[in-house]
C-alpha cells in the first residue's frame, strides 16, 4: 500500500469514527443520553417526571447513563478499528 491510499485509509477511518455513537437510556425512560467517542453528549432527553425523585437521583442517573453510552461508543469504536484491519 502506497503511503496516498494510507492517507486516504487513514481518513476514511477518522470519518467513520467521527459518525460513532454510543447511546443509553434508563429503566423508567426518564433519561436518555448519546455521545460521541469522545464522550461529548451529542444528544440528552430528560422527561418532565424526572425530577421526581429528586435532584441527586436524576444527576446520578444522567452520570450513569453517560457512563453507559460512552461505554457502547468507545465499543463501537474498537470494533470500527477492528474491521479496519
Same mark, same amino acid.
Request: glycine share 8%; proline share 1%; hydrophobic share 40%.
Given at each position: ?8 485509509? /487513514? ?18 425512560g426518564s433519561v436518555? /443520553? ?6 461529548? /453528549?451529542?444528544? @440528552? ?24 453510552? @460512552? ?15
Amino acid at each position: 500500500m502506497n503511503s496516498d491510499e494510507r492517507m486516504l485509509e /487513514i481518513q476514511q477511518i477518522n470519518e467513520r469514527l467521527a459518525a460513532v455513537r454510543g447511546s443509553a437510556r434508563s429503566r423508567d425512560g426518564s433519561v436518555s /443520553i448519546e455521545t460521541d467517542a469522545g464522550g461529548r /453528549i451529542t444528544d @440528552l432527553y430528560i422527561a418532565d417526571y424526572a425530577m421526581d425523585n429528586g435532584p441527586q437521583h436524576l444527576a446520578n442517573l444522567i452520570i450513569d447513563r453517560h457512563r453507559a453510552a @460512552l461505554g457502547n461508543a468507545e465499543a463501537a469504536a474498537v470494533q470500527l478499528f477492528e474491521e479496519s484491519r
